[in-house]
């Protein structure tokens, strides 16, 4: 009994020690090329710039914060679009991501058909972005900003996805945001909902 005991011990140390060495290799990965651009600064200047626009009460000065955060929602775009062109020369056996919930070491590499490429990924939410910061279908600020920041926090759940699990992606989104991850489905835009669900084979 003992020895089984110290079997099963020495299997899950094993399996956490290869589960600590995966992710740390994504995370640096990701980082490394995340890290050439201002895109997470980008990403917090514009949440806190939203919620003080929608917190302004005169309407002049509420319309002058929107014309501000134009410029950076522009400069938000143009950077995640090079990163994602960036990251699109990572090799795939690097990309693919796994569809389990749970991480499992090496799962991505025994079952690629139960994967999804973050190449692709990154591509439709930098599509997605890019949609919602034009606007050409015309929504109100308030919506604008709604829609944007649900591609946004979308896409850092991919980047949690591939980092970690998409369990570990959606709970650090109900941390930090307090948003669900079906709700971020739901809150993009309809293109975006669709490419990233036949991404993902739902």
């Not at 995966?22 to 490394?32: E, G, H, M, P």
């Not at 900003?145 to 369990?167: D, G, P």
């Amino acid at each position: 009994m003992e020895i089984i005991l110290l079997i099963l011990v020495g299997v899950a140390f094993g399996a956490y020690r290869l589960k600590s060495k995966a992710q740390a290799r994504r995370i640096t990965l990701l980082a490394s090329h995340l890290g050439r651009y201002q895109v997470e600064k980008l990403m917090e200047s514009l949440t806190e710039g939203y919620l003080r626009a929608l917190g302004e009460k005169d309407p002049e000065r509420q319309t002058q914060i929107w014309n501000m955060l134009a410029a950076s929602e522009e400069q938000l775009v143009e950077q995640f679009s090079r990163f994602t062109a960036d990251f699109s020369a990572v090799d795939v056996a690097d990309a693919r991501v796994s569809k389990l919930p749970v991480f499992l070491p090496e799962a991505d590499r025994f079952f690629p058909d139960n994967t999804f490429d973050m190449r692709r990924a990154l591509a439709v939410h930098a599509q997605g972005i890019a949609r919602a910061a034009k606007n050409a279908v015309g929504r109100s600020p308030r919506d604008k900003a709604y829609t944007l920041s649900a591609e946004l926090f979308l896409m850092q759940h991919t980047c949690h996805w591939y980092c970690r699990s998409k369990n570990i992606a959606s709970a650090r989104m109900m941390a930090r945001h307090r948003t669900p991850y079906q709700q971020l489905l739901e809150s993009v835009d309809p293109r975006t909902r669709e490419a990233y669900l036949a991404m993902i084979g739902r």
